[in-house]
Structure formats: C-alpha cells, structure tokens
C-alpha cells in the first residue's frame, strides 16, 4: 500500500486513501454516505481547529552570504501578516 510506504510523498498516498474511501462509499446507502461524509467532514473541523497554529505559519530563512550559514525560523501567519 503506497499510504503506508514513506517513500511516497503525500499526494499519491492521498490519491490512494480517496480511491479507497470512494469505494467504500460507493457500498452504502445515500443516507449512510451523507452520514458518514457528515461525520468525516465534522472530525476534520475539529481536527483543523486543533492543528491550526502548526497548519497556520510560514518559514524563514537568513542565508549569511560571507560564510552561507543558514538561519530558519517558523512564525505563526496572524503575526506576519501585520508586518505586510
């Protein structure tokens, strides 16, 4: 299975996951499906509320061009934002 192998990056192993859910979808009932898509929709709500400030940030670099150390850092989004 590609989602369990970490060679893949994360778009073939979402490609693989839909696939796999449409057909199982595709077994139940419309009234099943919307339930269970309802249900699935309202866990990654909360899922996305949960993770939003790791979701939410931007990465920078300072690359120092005398010896070309490099420097990073991650800042939340909402804080850049006021610096635009």
Do not use: A, C, H, W
Request: charged share 30%; net charge negative.
């Amino acid at each position: 299975m590609i989602y369990e192998n970490k060679l893949f990056d994360d778009i073939p192993k979402f490609i693989q996951i839909r696939i796999i859910m449409e057909n199982y979808l595709s077994t139940l009932s419309e009234n099943d499906r919307i339930n269970l898509m309802n249900k699935i929709n309202k866990d990654y709500e909360y899922y996305l509320n949960d993770k939003f400030e790791d979701l939410e940030s931007t990465g920078i670099l300072k690359i120092n061009i005398d010896n070309f150390k490099v420097k990073s850092g991650k800042f939340q989004e909402n804080y850049l934002i006021s610096f635009l």
